[in-house]
């Protein structure tokens, strides 16, 4: 007799998932999230309503490249979350990011230094 290594263990009785094709369809009515909630790209999690946003979203709240915004979070400058490989970014993230990248404008009188030939 050949060891092919450790046997598993008999499965233990529980519930038993259907076939794939037997699988119960989901019901139509109230109890059923509707299209609109289901293909938004903004997830609503937990009771805190936390709103998650893609880079290509942040982007154009920003109006910034979603790659300057991936180039900047992969590098941990920004603030920004990851979910799993995923990354993510709250409206709270977004405002800390424009305050971190904003510029005050100069005073009226204020002269400029000029580079001198």
């Known amino acids: 007799m050949v060891n ?16 794939p094709g ?16 289901r293909s938004s790209p903004i997830a609503a999690v937990g009771e805190e309503g936390l709103v998650l946003l893609t880079a290509e979203q942040a982007a154009a709240r920003l109006q910034l490249r979603p790659s300057w915004l991936r180039r900047k979070a992969a590098a941990r400058v920004i603030p920004c979350r990851y979910v799993g490989k995923h990354l993510r970014f709250t409206p709270e993230d977004l405002a800390a990011i424009a305050a971190q990248y904003a510029h005050t404008p100069a005073e009226p009188g204020l002269q400029l230094r000029r580079r001198v030939p």
């Open 22 to 37: 037997n699988r119960p369809q989901p019901r139509r009515g109230d109890d059923a999230p509707s299209t609109d909630q």
């Open 4 to 19: 092919n290594g450790p046997r598993r263990p008999a499965r233990l009785a529980g519930p038993q998932r259907p076939a």
